[in-house]
């Protein structure tokens, strides 16, 4: 037995369409269909669907319309896909992703959210609804079988919209549109004929035609279409809504604000006061209630009235008298003219003929001029030319012009003429103000001191005449006398003089005080010397001019101006060039003065002054001037100028510089005072320049070099602690003297290092200004952090570098940290917090070992990375530098398996140079390696051919340590080599050629290698390159017994310096030198730590 209508039960379904949720009578016989075929059989078939139901299949439409009810069958099936009725009844529970509801009747009434697959049946229908256009899904899921689901895409009609313009004008026929949309506002086509209300019109109408003939209230959108144009017209003002509605309800409403806008008003505009018998133009203008002119709809007559005893008029010179003036179509004003001949006062008035316009009126005044007057200067300069104007006025002292052509007639009491120009050339009698005019300009000129009428009368006599009394005074005007061109630095005298009009020397009738101005980059002076500066000068009574001088040290252009304080006399000016001094201006550094500090008695101290040239002309006849020689225990090196290694000669190029070489030789305790003086010609008149110089005799016993400074810290040594373990490892000297060390501290044994940054005073006691209480510690992330080199930027910031870990010490960056001259973090270097840290590895190693400043201020840094040797350069506020490399960092590659830079310098031409080590895999063999880039980062090879230049001095580890760069572009490197006969490390110090090879000048070799008498391996830290071309060496050696801190010092030949401590090393017991500077005055600084754990910062003399 099986279902007669189960094979195309399916097939209605899918084939329904969207209908009209009133026409649920489709639905509804649809039902019936479906209920019959529920429960009729046909006895004889055979069944359709042999097998057992294992799943549910969905059936329907995959589109359907918002707002639409639309049935849907879940039909069970075997699992060959035939229908296969149900033993038992089903419960298929029904659900959707999206916002669509499920029913149980086909007016989608009667909400469900399951549906019964009755038993014996393979089929069961139930309703769909969806007020959201959106792409939902059905999801049926039925108990013991396998469930279904549907996507379904919905859509339709949902809202009316209606669109058109929302600013019109009154009477203009206008289109809008009717539109059917879905939610989102797309247009979608009506199902079935949609009927719309229109309604909100207010004083106007819609119609259904373009010109607004045929007026409606409703319109239809057919059936398939979603638009419909219909048209506005309103004759009032007003701000209505425009609204459209489905008449059945199902869509929502759509309204439309519309301004409709018109003239309400006349507005009249003129002249007033009207000059008499002259023509005037007068403006009709129409306005919304807003005062906006606005266009009429339609040509307006306008009547004109309230002329008085005057007319109006429809041309501009009042020729044709009008009563009427017509605004046209579109037109929003007209222009009428109006003239009277009696002075009145009147009303005039502009109505619409058709009285749809309010009325306008304007009160006019019409007058005529009764009398002249004449303005101008009361007080007037002799031989001055002043302009005075003739005007004619009312009664009532307004401006006003003549109603025709009038001749006035000009004279004065005096001595004095009348002119028709500027200059006073052409003198006149009388003078002529043209019909409607006001005014008339003449210029009037007495050389006579004197008290003088001028007077204006009608030729005719129909004006009342007018007058003025001016006082003729001597002088008229200041001017500034003297040269128009200077030289630079010349002190020029000028005089500020009083002048007639004609420029005649005048004398001034009263005492003058004269403000000077315009001397730009130069000064007034009250001296032939000018060494008294100014800014007035004082012209006496019955005098003509003041004297002043004026000087400029520049190239310049001067305005000088002199100025009357009184007001009475007008200014005068002189401009003036001043041209450069062609003179030599010569400048001794270490401006104002130089100590040499202490310096033990019998011993010298040599210091190099530069002297330069920064004047625009050669200096000549240099020598040390006469008179004023050095006076022991000062004097030149070597006992004459330029001192021993000076370069100065007699003369000197604009733009360069020389040097001399002053020696302080103290011969007992006490305090010495002098000035080195020297004498030039500038090209002009000889010269000198000086400079302070000072220096202190010390004690015999302890002043030759190698010996602790005791006027550092009383004993040469200033020891800090803050912590357990504290250490420094460099140092750099501020232009003050101060000493800035850095490393690290601290607090305890059981906490992480921080970054330590002191400064310490010249004396060497700790300078509490500096951080807090003269030291800064940093912990940058909670972990151990070092700082292993200090630099100095020009600014006078300060920069270290070294690594910093993380708070759990398995992550380790390199660290680049910014303070400010005074110990605080910089908050404008790198992301805000003074710190910048840069990983390129994750092998928890990450080091900046070196800084160096370059000429630019920008940062570059050598360190490691992993097993790499990284060099990065940083711009001045620590971003990368993108110009070096492609990212402003690059790492070496092809040296060795393990390699590393330990220190950098940057040559005068802009070249990068550093020093470190290249090592295998053991680490038991190494050797020493150098680098040199070019400044964009790329290899230099023409040091070496490959920029790169490896030296072993051994089979064992070497390695550089520290580079220093010599005056003559030589290369010193320090470090470490391995000596297989002691089995212990050695100092070991290397100079190599500016292009990068071994120089034989130096110890024959370049290779300089030495020992202390103390035992242990030897490890150079720093190397530096003193004044004198000698190379100082700080380090360490690791006895057994304790450490060891060492200094030494090499001649220029490479061999240990004699003069200094004892054979050319200094040492002190328990501690060790990591960093080093030398002092402008060349005494040594090297800082580290103590055996105990303390800061440790010596100076040593020189």
Not at 244 to 258: H, I, Q, S
Not at 711 to 729: C, E, K
Request: glycine share 10%; charged share 10%.
């Amino acid at each position: 037995m099986r279902k007669f209508c189960d094979p195309w039960l399916e097939e209605f379904v899918v084939a329904q369409v969207l209908v009209r949720s009133k026409k649920w009578l489709v639905f509804a016989l649809m039902s019936v269909i479906l209920i019959s075929c529920q429960t009729q059989v046909k006895p004889d078939a055979t069944l359709s669907g042999t097998g057992v139901p294992v799943r549910l299949v969905l059936s329907g439409l995959s589109t359907v319309q918002v707002n639409a009810c639309v049935p849907y069958l879940g039909i069970s099936q075997d699992a060959q896909g035939a229908s296969a009725p149900v033993e038992t009844d089903v419960m298929v529970f029904l659900s959707a992703l999206g916002s669509g509801s499920f029913f149980a009747d086909p007016t989608c009434s009667i909400p469900t959210s399951f549906v019964n697959l009755v038993a014996g049946n393979a089929s069961a229908i139930f309703y769909y609804k969806n007020t959201q256009v959106e792409t939902d899904t059905v999801i049926a899921s039925p108990t013991g079988l396998v469930g279904a689901s549907l996507p379904i895409l919905v859509d339709g009609p949902f809202q009316l919209a209606l669109s058109g313009p929302t600013s019109i004008k009154t009477d203009t026929c206008k289109s809008y549109t009717l539109q059917v949309q879905n939610p989102s506002g797309a247009g979608r086509n009506a199902t079935s004929a949609v009927l719309v209300n229109l309604l909100g019109a207010s004083a106007g109408s819609f119609y259904s035609n373009s010109s607004c003939s045929t007026a409606i209230t409703s319109v239809t959108i057919p059936q398939g279409s979603s638009l419909k144009f219909v048209y506005y017209k309103n004759s009032v003002v007003e701000d209505v809504t425009l609204e459209a509605e489905d008449d059945a309800g199902l869509l929502n409403a759509a309204a439309l604000p519309v301004s409709v806008d018109g003239p309400t008003k006349l507005a009249l505009s003129g002249p007033s006061p009207l000059l008499k018998n002259s023509c005037g133009t007068y403006q009709v203008k129409s306005l919304n209630p807003s005062d906006v002119v606005t266009p009429v709809n339609s040509a307006t007559v306008i009547n004109l009235s309230g002329a008085g005893a005057g007319s109006f008029y429809s041309d501009s010179n009042c020729f044709t008298s009008t009563a009427t003036a017509l605004i046209g179509s579109g037109a929003s004003s007209v222009t009428v003219y109006y003239l009277n001949t009696t002075n009145q006062s009147v009303t005039l008035s502009a109505a619409d003929d058709a009285a749809v316009l309010s009325a306008a009126t304007l009160a006019v005044s019409v007058e005529g001029a009764t009398k002249l007057a004449l303005e101008g200067p009361t007080s007037l300069g002799a031989g001055a030319c002043g302009t005075y104007s003739v005007v004619s006025q009312s009664a009532s002292d307004s401006e006003l012009g003549v109603s025709v052509s009038t001749t006035v007639n000009l004279s004065d009491s005096g001595s004095g003429v009348f002119y028709s120009d500027s200059s006073c050339q052409t003198s006149i009698t009388s003078v002529g103000i043209a019909a409607f005019s006001s005014r008339a300009t003449v210029y009037f000129m007495d050389n006579t001191t004197q008290s003088t009428t001028l007077t204006a009368a009608d030729n005719s006599s129909t004006l009342t005449a007018g007058s003025l009394t001016v006082n003729v005074a001597g002088a008229s005007k200041l001017a500034v006398v003297g040269a128009a061109n200077i030289d630079a630095s010349v002190c020029t005298a000028y005089q500020a003089q009083a002048q007639n009009g004609a420029g005649t020397a005048t004398a001034v009738t009263t005492n003058t005080i004269v403000n000077l101005s315009g001397g730009s980059l130069g000064n007034f002076f009250s001296d032939s010397n000018c060494t008294s500066t100014v800014s007035q000068v004082l012209i006496p009574l019955s005098s003509s001019s003041a004297t002043f001088y004026f000087k400029d040290t520049v190239a310049d252009t001067a305005v000088l101006t002199a100025t009357d304080n009184a007001g009475l006399l007008t200014a005068g000016s002189l401009t003036v060039t001043v041209n450069s001094p062609l003179v030599a201006v010569l400048e001794i550094s270490e401006d104002p003065s130089y100590d040499f500090g202490t310096v033990a008695v019998g011993n010298t101290s040599d210091h190099s002054f530069t002297v330069s040239n920064t004047g625009n002309n050669p200096a000549t006849d240099m020598k040390e001037a006469i008179g004023a020689a050095l006076v022991t225990p000062f004097g030149f090196k070597g006992g004459s100028y330029p001192g021993t290694g000076g370069t100065c000669v007699t003369s000197l190029n604009q733009g360069s510089s020389c040097t001399i070489v002053v020696s302080f030789a103290p011969s007992s305790q006490a305090n010495f005072s002098d000035s080195v003086t020297l004498s030039y010609n500038n090209s002009s008149s000889e010269q000198t320049v000086a400079r302070l110089l000072s220096g202190t005799g010390g004690s015999a016993g302890s002043g030759s070099g190698g010996d602790l400074d005791t006027s550092f810290s009383g004993d040469g040594m200033a020891v800090s602690s803050y912590g357990p373990n504290d250490v420094l490892n460099g140092v750099a000297v501020q232009q003050s003297g101060k000493l800035v060390v850095a490393g690290a501290t601290r607090l305890s044994s059981s906490y992480d290092y921080d970054i330590a940054l002191i400064r310490y005073n010249s004396d060497g006691s700790v300078d509490t200004s500096f951080g807090s209480n003269g030291l800064t510690r940093t912990d940058i992330r909670g972990g151990d952090d070092a700082a292993y080199a200090v630099a100095l930027q020009s600014s006078g910031k300060i920069i270290v570098v070294g690594y910093s870990k993380n708070q759990y010490g398995n992550n380790q960056a390199m660290a680049i940290v910014r303070y400010t001259s005074n110990g605080v973090l910089d908050t404008s270097f790198g992301g805000g917090d003074g710190v910048v840290l840069h990983q390129f590895s994750y092998d928890n190693n990450d080091t900046a070992n070196a800084v160096v400043i370059d000429s630019s201020d920008r940062i570059v840094v050598v360190g490691k990375a992993g097993t790499n040797w990284i060099f990065s350069r940083y711009t001045s506020s620590g971003s990368a530098d993108t110009s070096f490399g492609t990212t402003g960092s690059l790492s070496l590659s092809g040296l060795a398996t393990y390699h590393s830079g330990l220190s950098v310098a940057i040559q005068s031409n802009g070249k990068i140079v550093a020093a470190g080590y290249a090592a295998e895999s053991n680490f038991t063999v190494a050797g020493i390696v150098l680098v040199r880039l070019n400044s964009n980062g790329s290899a230099d090879t023409s040091f070496d051919g490959d920029g790169v230049k490896t030296t072993a001095l051994s089979s064992g580890f070497d390695m550089a340590r520290s580079i220093a760069l010599q005056s003559d572009g030589k290369i010193v490197v320090a470090g470490t080599t391995y000596n297989s006969t002691s089995g212990e490390f050695d100092f070991a110090v290397l100079r190599y050629t500016s292009s990068g090879q071994l120089d034989s000048s130096f110890d024959a070799d370049g290779i300089k290698t030495f020992s202390t008498a103390d035992s242990g391996n030897h490890i150079a830290e720093s190397v530096r390159v003193d004044s004198n071309g000698k190379i100082v060496v700080a380090g360490y050696t690791d006895g057994s017994s304790d450490d060891v801190f060492v200094v030494a010092r090499l001649n220029t030949d490479g061999s240990l310096d004699s003069d200094f401590g004892t054979d050319g090393v200094a040492s002190l017991n328990n501690g060790r030198a990591h960093g080093m500077a030398l002092q402008s005055d060349g005494k040594i600084v090297a800082v580290g730590e103590s055996s105990g754990g303390n800061f440790v910062t010596v100076r040593f003399l020189p």
